[in-house]
């Protein structure tokens, strides 16, 4: 083999497509018996949902360019309607991204965003640390930076949410280095959050797993799935990677798998120190989804657009993604802290409890019901994407991507745009792919 990847999620598999058009010979060992990765497509009442990715937006180009390629089109998100927010125990209607609040608390949240992507001019992509302001802004946590500059209540609450669903932790969990980087990545907290324009403006209806699907089932039986990669041997021109089904030794290997993910294969010889701290403070956040089908989307009838948001669990947020033709299907995000641990009856009824909290006592008697607690898979727990602690920037990232004896670093948190979602794992994929055919000829 020509090159070995490690993880056939949406990175990995662009890194094998890309090295495959390039005509060279590669393999893809996935240690799941399924591609995707973070990308998980099942169904609710006989229509597709995903458990894992589900949104994109018009400036995530490379992942709707892959889509486009292998024929998976996206329809819009519903939003016609109000949104609604449940908010210090009322229940309010909002347009747009920013909820109704009081003035008061709307300028608080409109001064603390202006500060926040002020502080992302200073901040590089592609090497956050060498920013003048890195070693402050890593020393502290986004909600340490949030009481720093006073922000209100409300303010926080809001960004609470927004830690919550960008990268499964809570404010006080996530470097301030790592969360401006993050949302610059975006584009800013507008593209980030936003439907129309932004981040959650389409969907793919028939879910986003077909495209990894595709993916693989164009590269064939070169895709080879439960192969966990436990150990990777490198050195005398070549690497290789082991797993109990065997070993695949190739010129070189693009290991396409979360940060957090690379401490469980044993490099020999070992890995400069770096490297495996790197793994050590790059842990995944965790985050739940929870779906509810109904005959009909009855909200809509009410003047509703499904979108909604709580300040009161364990749904945080949801969204209306119903098939055109079909049940209603509303899809909430939920905090894993009080989520995850609950018995599955237990996760359903306080799941519905908060799907009637926002859309009214109908919303209690489902046709069917699916969660999903991305922290509490077996193999490569956590989701949706690294929650970056202070420190690890500053110490760590200038060794996030950098090649060493012939292995390459791929995955979404290697991405400098759209890191975190399904574009940055397409653009990681296609940069490593870049990367190694250098190499190959060099
Ligand atoms: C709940 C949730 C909601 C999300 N919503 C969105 C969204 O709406 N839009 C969006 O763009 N993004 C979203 N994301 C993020 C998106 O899913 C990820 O950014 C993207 O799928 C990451 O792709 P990846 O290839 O980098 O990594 P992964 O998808 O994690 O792929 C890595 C693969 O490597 C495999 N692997 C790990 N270790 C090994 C090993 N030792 N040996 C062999 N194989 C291994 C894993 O099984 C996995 O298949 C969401 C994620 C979650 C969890």
């Known amino acids: 083999m020509d090159v070995v990847v490690v993880g056939a999620g949406f990175a990995g598999l662009t890194a094998a497509r890309e090295l495959d058009r390039r005509g060279h010979d590669v393999v893809v060992l996935e240690g799941r018996d399924r591609v995707g990765g973070r990308s998980h497509t099942t169904t609710i009442a006989g229509a597709p949902i995903d458990l894992g990715a589900t949104f994109v937006g018009p400036t995530q180009t490379e992942v709707n360019k892959l889509a486009a390629d292998v024929g998976c089109p996206t329809v819009p998100t519903y939003t016609q309607g109000r949104n609604l927010i449940r908010w210090r125990g009322r229940v309010r209607a909002y347009r747009s991204t920013i909820p109704k609040l009081s003035m ?79 949302v610059k990545a975006a584009g800013g907290i507008g593209p980030m959050l936003d439907v129309k324009g932004g981040a959650q403006q389409d969907r793919f209806p028939d879910g986003t797993q077909p495209i990894a699907l595709r993916v693989a089932d164009a590269l064939g039986d070169r ?45 020999e010889p070992g890995l400069p120190d770096d490297y495996r701290r790197l793994a050590e403070h790059w842990p995944l956040g965790n985050l739940s989804k929870a779906y509810a089908a109904y005959d009909t989307p009855f909200w809509r009838a009410a003047g509703c657009s499904g979108e909604a948001l709580s300040d009161e669990g364990p749904v945080f947020i949801t969204f209306d993604v119903s098939p ?109 792919a870049g990367e190694v055919a250098d190499f190959l000829k060099s």
Do not use: N
Not at 387 to 415: K, M, N
């Open 104 to 182: 008061i608390e709307l300028v608080d949240v409109s001064r603390i965003q202006w500060r926040f992507e002020r502080l992302s001019k200073h901040v590089p992509l592609a090497d956050p640390w060498t920013a003048s302001v890195a070693p402050k802004l890593d020393a502290i946590t986004l909600d340490g930076w949030l009481r720093s500059v006073h922000a209100g209540a409300s303010t926080r609450d809001l960004m609470a949410i927004m830690a919550r669903v960008t990268w499964g932790c809570e404010p006080d969990e996530v470097s301030m280095l790592h969360a401006v980087r993050y």
């Open 223 to 267: 895709v080879r799935l439960g192969r966990i990669v436990t150990r990777v041997t490198h050195g005398d021109g070549g690497v290789t990677a082991h797993t109990d089904a065997g070993a695949v030794r190739a010129r070189a290997a693009v290991i396409a798998i979360p940060p957090q993910h690379r401490s469980a294969i044993t490099f």
């Open 324 to 432: 055109d033709d079909g049940p209603g299907v509303l899809l909430g995000f939920t905090d894993s802290r009080t989520f995850d641990p609950l018995p599955p009856a237990e996760r359903r009824t306080k799941a519905l409890e908060s799907f009637a909290g926002l859309f009214g006592e109908r919303a209690r008697e489902p046709i069917d019901y699916v969660d999903h607690c991305w922290g509490a898979e077996e193999f490569a727990p956590g989701g949706p994407t690294a929650a970056v602690p202070p420190g690890s920037w500053t110490r760590y990232g200038r060794w996030l991507r950098t090649p060493i004896d012939g292995i390459f670093w791929a995955g979404t948190e290697t991405a400098d745009a759209w890191t975190g979602f399904l574009d940055g794992a397409v653009r990681s994929g296609q940069r490593a």
